[in-house]
């Protein structure tokens, strides 16, 4: 961003994490911006409070959430930082009694997830459908919450069924539901089950595969975009530098925590061309469950000037 002898402050709603204590506590801001952080907890409940009423400048957001927005061009753009990650392997349940002995079985079943385009859903979906061959097109997936961005409504594919406010975890136990993605709750009952019981599904996802799942990014309004074309590349570096100054501090414990102790090194890693293949993984998943109609193409998804930063 140009300097300036004015400081344009912008409302922001991002996470607390510890890669993103320099960005809240002011030690590190963008050349002429000052951040208003508003708290959101969870951070998720800002992801909807930007698609339906752009209520901040910078929001952190779910990455399918992000594609869906970009399906119906609303008005904000995603910079490539991804301060939220993880795996997704070990999240079906189901219940022993449903006969369910492999995940093949989940076909011609009801399966609950809080919303179609939940990015855990997304990414738990397409790794089951392409490790195990499940067609995900003979599932019926029960929802009980609205989508972040409203006008994916029209489009839910026919065989996702709506069940708004349903306890989405008793239908789980009382059988109601043969499985579910992400319901399991803290403490499940004796009859739920992991569908992948291997705590190592994960690690072995990502040596076989080099995928490390993105489930957040950052947008900015595009009006902020466009008025200021440096934008989107000071935001990148002050990103970076945060996650940084986390980094030179952090123990090994607490790296190794934040990746999921499958990652070595930057637990975070940022730039396009580092999350080229789980950008290009979750695009592909989001078409094949009819999230988006077509392939976007990655560049496209991140600001001008910001798709050959790292």
Known sequence: MTTSTTTK?????????????????GSVTP?????E??????????????????????????????????RYGLPFTAIPVFPVRAFHNNAFAYNTDSGIKEPKDIEGKKVGVRAYTVTTGVWARGIIASDHGVDL???????????????????????ASMQSGADLTKMLADGELAAGIGIAGREPPENVKPLIADRGAAADYYKRTGIYP??????????????NPGLGQAL???????????????????????????????PFPYGLEA???????????????????SKLNIEDLFAKGTANLS
Request: negative net charge; glycine residues 4%.
């Open 214 to 227: 993105i489930n957040h990014t950052v947008v900015v309004k595009d009006e902020l975009l466009q008025a």
């Open 37 to 70: 952080h508003v708290e959101v907890a969870p951070i998720i409940n800002a992801f909807r409070r930007m698609c339906r009423g752009q209520e901040f400048d910078i929001s952190e957001m779910a990455i399918t959430t992000y594609l869906a927005a970009r």
């Open 137 to 159: 097109n003979k599932v019926t997936w029960v929802l009980a919450d609205e989508e972040h961005v409203a006008q994916f409504h029209d489009d839910m594919p026919s065989n």
């Open 236 to 266: 990148f570096e002050a990103w970076k530098a945060s996650k940084e100054k986390w980094l030179a501090s952090a123990t090994a414990e607490e790296k190794a925590t934040a990746g999921h102790n499958i990652i070595e090194g930057d």
């Open 275 to 293: 999350n080229r293949k789980p950008l290009e993984t979750i695009v592909q998943f989001a078409v094949e469950q009819r999230i988006l109609p």
């Open 9 to 25: 402050t912008l409302k922001t709603a991002i996470g607390g994490y510890g890669h993103h204590a320099a960005l809240k506590d």
């Open 31 to 35: 050349d002429g911006v000052a951040f």
